[in-house]
């Protein structure tokens, strides 16, 4: 499936979006995972923009596609998300952090559209699974669950338990995307805890396996396209996104010092601006620089 | 009333457990059973055999178990995730806290094999923590049945809300305390024994043991009021304060650890109303062990004898003839 240049241009301009937003939220809120946001983009681009069936004006309708982030600590990009794909008002994720405001982790009750909440790695294509089986359950052939895992989180056991059971149960509806940043919280993913040979592993579990670059909304808009319409004969299908950690912003790019770690405003502003280059845009900084002098100084810290 | 000592192959409370499945089953259409490869242990079978399409076993995996039935729950199901107590409440206490607790989902975790009786499989399968630990996590309702009834009464009431609740099963025949038109209201103890020298509050099958020590201490002209809570959470602390406002000192039993359970909860009440001489009956600060059940009551001291003993402590406290 061939995307005309426009289209790709749009699901490019979503993810310069989300990496913007989940810039400001991270800097206004002083905490939040700035590597594993920018890592997908692309991915919540693709998805929201292409490759899900959603009604952001019926966040509940049963018959929408489900998605379940697993690496919940992701959340800025999903919330960023949401806000564009017209969830919520944008001006709702500063309230990212804040007390009785969108979670630092994941609260479905407290942000339109997501699906569950989350925080521990590791726990959430269980809970996927379970939709999965429970579209089944409800003889519907047509509605999809996804599934964002990053790739530290792989080292949970409780993932290949899910794993194990989502090719017993033959979840041809459950797509899983592992956003492989190659980074976890504190080190590669190889120094610390090595998940290779991955596509195999995968594999042995009786998934398809699909490897893109998880930075090219082409590819990506190709792979899920098969996921969803040519490959299910009866496996679950993962998708392997070959990402880069903090990507679009040099000092973050495949750091783990950015994996829990707000800017300041002065750094956010930088940051902001160097986004803008890099990816071909007006240059804008934060845009909430005058309001810093107001706030508590703390950056930093998990 | 039966002697403590009925425990054994004989129809204990795992029967009225199964049954009670499929009885909900045939209301509840879309209620699912989900089973780590224990159901003939816990009797889940009898619902598996019933609806097998309700029925999905997971394998030796509970962290997973939790999650799919925190998926299946956000679908529309109520799902029962059914394995061994020290299973759910260890293994899987992180997917049962933030997969169902947090969001609230509707998901009703039976917790079978707790306590003392376990048919001597020993500490790690005699679960004596799920009730503190249970206690300690918002939003979920926590039950420990007394009696048969009891536990088919907690069972309706807990599909009957909306919201996650963890009740426990124990592998164990307890006497019976109420009839068949028994209710179950969550928050709600029942008086099943009037006294004014002393109130024994028991949940799960240690209130059969208080209503036999309220027997040897009226033996001795004491007159013991015999509380049943199986409500631990919410616990009704309203019943908790009159009846100690009366009796002015208190003992507590339940077949779980001490630490921070169905005791813990009782004295939180007292401290915050009125405090009086309290004595606590239950697994001390140790592991469970093997043993036959009889054995295991004694060595733990959680015999009726042992809470007749401790109400006696209670009652010479509260009389000035005992110092703490």
Same mark, same amino acid.
């Given at each position: 499936?061939?995307?005309v240049?426009?289209?790709l241009?749009?699901?490019?301009?979503?993810?310069?979006?989300?990496?913007?937003?989940?810039?400001?939220?991270?800097?206004?809120?002083?905490?939040?995972?700035?590597?594993?946001s920018l890592?997908?983009?692309?991915?919540?681009a693709?998805?929201?923009?292409?490759?899900?069936?959603?009604?952001?004006?019926?966040?509940?309708?049963?018959?929408?596609?489900?998605?379940?982030?697993?690496?919940?600590?992701?959340?800025?990009?999903?919330?960023?998300?949401?806000?564009?794909?017209?969830?919520?008002?944008?001006?709702?994720?500063?309230?990212?952090?804040?007390?009785g405001?969108?979670?630092?982790?994941?609260?479905?009750?407290?942000?339109p559209?997501?699906?569950?909440?989350?925080g521990?790695?590791?726990?959430?294509?269980?809970?996927?699974?379970?939709?999965?089986?429970?579209?089944?359950?409800?003889?519907?052939?047509?509605?999809?669950?996804?599934?964002?895992?990053?790739?530290?989180?792989?080292?949970?056991g409780?993932?290949?338990?899910?794993?194990m059971?989502?090719?017993?149960?033959?979840?041809?509806?459950?797509?899983?995307?592992?956003?492989?940043?190659?980074v976890?919280?504190?080190?590669?993913?190889?120094?610390?805890?090595?998940?290779?040979?991955?596509?195999?592993?995968?594999?042995?579990?009786?998934?398809?396996?699909?490897?893109?670059?998880?930075?090219?909304?082409?590819?990506?808009?190709?792979?899920?396209?098969?996921?969803?319409?040519?490959?299910?004969?009866?496996?679950?299908?993962?998708?392997?996104?070959?990402?880069?950690?903090?990507r679009?912003v040099?000092?973050?790019?495949?750091?783990?010092?950015?994996?829990?770690?707000?800017?300041?405003?002065a750094?956010?502003d930088?940051?902001?601006?160097?986004?803008?280059?890099?990816?071909?845009?007006?240059?804008?900084?934060y845009?909430?620089?005058?309001?810093?002098?107001?706030k508590?100084?703390?950056?930093?810290?998990? | 009333?039966?002697?403590?000592?009925?425990?054994?192959?004989?129809?204990?409370? $795992?029967? %009225? @457990?199964?049954?009670?499945?499929?009885?909900? /089953?045939? *209301?509840?259409?879309? +209620?699912?059973?989900?089973? &780590?490869?224990?159901?003939?242990?816990?009797?889940?079978?009898?619902? $598996?055999? %019933? @609806?097998?399409?309700?029925?999905?076993?997971? /394998?030796? *995996?509970?962290q997973? +178990?939790?999650?799919?039935? &925190?998926?299946?729950?956000?679908?529309?199901?109520?799902?029962?995730?059914?394995?061994?107590?020290?299973?759910?409440?260890?293994?899987?206490?992180?997917?049962?806290?933030?997969?169902?607790?947090?969001?609230?989902?509707?998901?009703?975790?039976?917790?079978?094999?707790?306590?003392?009786p376990?048919?001597?499989a020993?500490?790690?399968?005699?679960?004596?923590?799920?009730?503190?630990?249970?206690?300690?996590?918002?939003?979920?309702?926590?039950a420990?049945?007394?009696?048969?009834?009891?536990?088919?009464?907690?069972?309706?009431?807990?599909?009957?809300?909306?919201?996650?609740?963890?009740?426990?099963?124990?592998?164990?025949?307890?006497?019976?305390?109420?009839?068949?038109?028994?209710?179950?209201?969550?928050?709600?103890?029942?008086?099943?024994?009037?006294?004014?020298?002393?109130?024994?509050?028991?949940?799960?099958i240690?209130?059969?043991?208080?209503?036999?020590?309220?027997?040897?201490?009226?033996?001795?002209?004491?007159?013991?009021?015999?509380?049943?809570?199986?409500?631990?959470?919410?616990?009704?602390?309203?019943?908790?304060?009159?009846?100690?406002?009366?009796?002015?000192?208190?003992?507590?039993?339940?077949?779980?650890?001490?630490?921070?359970?169905?005791?813990?909860?009782?004295?939180?009440t007292?401290?915050l109303?009125?405090?009086?001489?309290?004595?606590?009956?239950?697994?001390?600060?140790r592991?469970?062990?093997?043993?036959?059940?009889?054995?295991?009551?004694?060595?733990?001291?959680?015999?009726?004898?042992?809470?007749?003993?401790?109400?006696?402590?209670?009652?010479?406290?509260?009389?000035?003839?005992?110092?703490?």
């Amino acid at each position: 499936m061939k995307l005309v240049a426009e289209e790709l241009a749009q699901l490019e301009e979503r993810a310069y979006q989300i990496r913007r937003l989940s810039l400001e939220m991270i800097t206004n809120a002083k905490w939040g995972h700035v590597g594993g946001s920018l890592s997908m983009a692309e991915i919540l681009a693709v998805l929201y923009w292409k490759a899900m069936n959603v009604d952001p004006e019926h966040p509940m309708w049963e018959g929408r596609d489900r998605l379940f982030l697993s690496k919940a600590h992701g959340s800025p990009a999903l919330y960023a998300t949401l806000a564009l794909r017209g969830f919520y008002p944008i001006e709702r994720i500063y309230t990212y952090c804040e007390l009785g405001g969108f979670e630092g982790h994941t609260d479905m009750h407290r942000t339109p559209g997501l699906e569950s909440s989350g925080g521990p790695l590791g726990m959430g294509l269980s809970v996927a699974v379970g939709a999965a089986l429970a579209f089944h359950l409800k003889g519907n052939p047509r509605s999809r669950v996804f599934c964002i895992l990053g790739d530290g989180e792989l080292n949970e056991g409780n993932v290949w338990e899910a794993a194990m059971s989502s090719a017993h149960y033959h979840l041809d509806n459950l797509i899983a995307i592992i956003d492989y940043n190659k980074v976890m919280a504190k080190g590669f993913v190889w120094e610390l805890m090595s998940i290779e040979p991955l596509a195999e592993k995968w594999q042995a579990f009786g998934w398809d396996v699909i490897q893109v670059d998880g930075h090219d909304v082409g590819e990506l808009t190709a792979a899920f396209h098969r996921a969803k319409w040519v490959n299910p004969r009866g496996k679950p299908i993962v998708i392997i996104a070959h990402t880069v950690k903090g990507r679009g912003v040099e000092r973050a790019e495949f750091s783990h010092e950015w994996h829990t770690h707000a800017p300041s405003a002065a750094i956010a502003d930088q940051m902001l601006r160097e986004l803008a280059l890099n990816f071909g845009r007006p240059e804008i900084g934060y845009s909430r620089l005058d309001r810093e002098e107001e706030k508590e100084t703390f950056y930093g810290g998990e | 009333m039966a002697a403590s000592s009925s425990s054994g192959e004989s129809a204990d409370m $795992r029967e %009225a @457990f199964g049954d009670t499945l499929v009885e909900l /089953g045939h *209301a509840y259409p879309t +209620m699912i059973v989900l089973d &780590a490869d224990l159901h003939t242990s816990s009797k889940a079978t009898r619902f $598996r055999d %019933a @609806f097998p399409h309700r029925f999905i076993q997971v /394998g030796i *995996a509970e962290q997973n +178990m939790f999650g799919i039935a &925190a998926g299946l729950a956000l679908s529309g199901f109520i799902p029962f995730p059914s394995t061994f107590a020290a299973f759910a409440t260890r293994r899987a206490l992180d997917q049962i806290a933030i997969s169902i607790c947090y969001p609230r989902l509707n998901v009703k975790i039976p917790g079978s094999y707790v306590g003392l009786p376990t048919s001597r499989a020993g500490a790690s399968h005699n679960c004596i923590e799920d009730v503190a630990v249970m206690r300690a996590m918002p939003n979920l309702r926590v039950a420990d049945p007394g009696d048969d009834a009891d536990l088919r009464a907690i069972m309706h009431a807990a599909i009957e809300v909306d919201g996650p609740v963890y009740f426990r099963i124990a592998r164990y025949a307890a006497p019976a305390l109420f009839g068949p038109g028994h209710k179950f209201e969550w928050g709600k103890g029942v008086v099943l024994r009037d006294g004014d020298d002393v109130t024994l509050f028991g949940t799960g099958i240690m209130t059969g043991h208080c209503l036999l020590a309220a027997e040897l201490l009226a033996d001795s002209g004491i007159k013991a009021q015999v509380v049943h809570m199986a409500s631990v959470k919410p616990i009704d602390r309203d019943l908790i304060a009159t009846c100690v406002a009366r009796t002015r000192c208190a003992v507590t039993a339940e077949n779980a650890t001490i630490s921070g359970g169905f005791g813990s909860a009782v004295a939180e009440t007292l401290a915050l109303t009125l405090p009086v001489p309290l004595r606590f009956i239950g697994v001390p600060d140790r592991w469970a062990d093997s043993g036959g059940i009889d054995e295991l009551f004694a060595y733990h001291r959680m015999r009726p004898a042992d809470i007749a003993e401790a109400a006696r402590q209670v009652i010479a406290l509260k009389s000035g003839l005992l110092t703490r």
